[in-house]
């Protein structure tokens, strides 16, 4: 039996509309799942769904005209990682790239707060994951004001207005990407403070996954509510018509990767991607080629 989903209703549920104001607590669930997928059935749309992926990386690779930046952001233990390893894993490596952004460098720092992301951006032709992205200088710098002391700006830079003054960059930017070809895709795991617990304590309890947990995790937990605050801030003001939100709901792994898979089929798709037209040139230089190579011997 074929399974199917509506594609433009499964995006439609996870889209933050640009230019309205959401609640992140009221209009999304971090634990649904609709009633006609169950998780066998998304282990097997997402299995198709890759396959087809690396078709869609191949013509764009071989098209050279577009890149894919995703940017793919969380809480601690919300599955960025399980979500990359099954939702990427039958691409071809040449043509993607993941970047895991650290504590800042005294050499980062010494630049504005975009340059360290900015020259990570994939090449056309390619797929970049940001796992974490430009948009921690608006979340953990805004929980953690303390940082933004490390980033040695000019004094009348650090006011009340600097938040509203970087969703405005951050817009520029990305509207700057994409009309060079650069399309930026924004995902939101959004997992439930109650299933973030259960996860940590199953890091705690199985040794396999003890080199997962920190002890600054329990700690980034007393912040939750502001991160909550904060990313709700970022969804109000960057949620735009060329680089929309979407909020994946991620307390079921399985749906959760189906999902992110299903938002860059969708991405991918748009494109209208196609392999490079022959010349009649090129054409003729194919077939006196071939003449050769069936006259060797």
Known sequence: MEIKID???????????????????????????????????????????????????DKLYAQ???????????????????????????????????????????????????????KALPERGRIGIFNRSYYEELLVVRVHPELLDRQKLPPDAKGKKIWKRRFEEINNLE???????????KIFLYVSREEQKKRFLERIDRP?????????????????????????????????EHAPWYIVPADRKWFTRLAVGVVIYHTLESLG?????????????????????????
Not at 17 to 44: M, N, V, W
Not at 76 to 89: C, N, Q
Not at 273 to 279: F, G, R
Request: with cysteine; hydrophobic share 35%.
């Open 7 to 57: 594609r433009q209703e499964f995006i439609k549920s996870l889209i933050v509309p640009p230019g309205k104001q959401i609640s992140l607590r009221k209009d999304y669930d971090p634990g649904f799942k609709p009633d006609y997928i169950s998780k066998e059935d998304a282990k097997t749309l997402l299995q198709n769904g890759i396959e087809k992926l690396a078709e869609f990386q």
């Open 64 to 118: 050279d005209t577009y890149a894919l930046l995703v940017n793919l952001q969380a809480m601690d233990a919300a599955g960025k990682d399980g979500t990359i390893k099954h939702v990427m894993s039958g691409l071809n490596p040449q043509g993607c790239q993941v970047f895991s952004f650290k504590i800042p460098s005294a050499e980062e720092l010494d630049h504005d707060y975009l340059w360290r992301y900015y």
């Open 175 to 185: 509207k700057s990407l994409v009309n060079n070809g650069v399309i930026v895709l």
């Open 208 to 240: 396999e996954k003890n080199w997962k947990f920190s002890e600054n995790d329990v700690k980034e937990r007393r912040f939750w509510d502001d991160y909550m605050n904060a990313y709700e801030d970022i969804f109000n003001n960057t949620s735009t």
């Open 273 to 297: 991607l196609q392999y490079p037209a022959v010349t009649e040139e090129h054409r003729q230089a194919l077939l006196k080629a071939r003449e050769v190579l069936e006259n060797e011997g």
